[in-house]
């Protein structure tokens, strides 16, 4: 795994942020989950984490908030 530019990882924090507050935080879990992400620094592959957090249909969600450059970023790193 590579480390990513900052603003491939920059980029994969953010659609993973808007991803997170797209559920409900009645009982918390968003801003923990929040919490984590705003938690990690870019070091080896912390990047994928934003991605590999969520399953498969919200992965899909992801793709779709990131440029090309982190779509490819994501498809030589998995």
Do not use: C
Not at 28 to 45: A, T
Request: glycine fraction near 2%; hydrophobic fraction near 35%; proline fraction near 1%.
């Amino acid at each position: 795994m590579e480390t990513p530019s900052i603003e491939i990882f920059n980029d994969m924090k953010q659609a993973a942020t808007q991803v997170w507050e797209t559920y409900d935080n009645e009982y918390g879990y968003v801003d923990e989950k929040l919490n984590y992400v705003n938690g990690l620094n870019n070091i080896q592959d912390n990047a994928m984490v934003f991605y590999r957090m969520f399953d498969w249909e919200n992965q899909r969600k992801f793709k779709q908030l990131v440029n090309e450059e982190t779509l490819e970023y994501i498809k030589n790193n998995q």
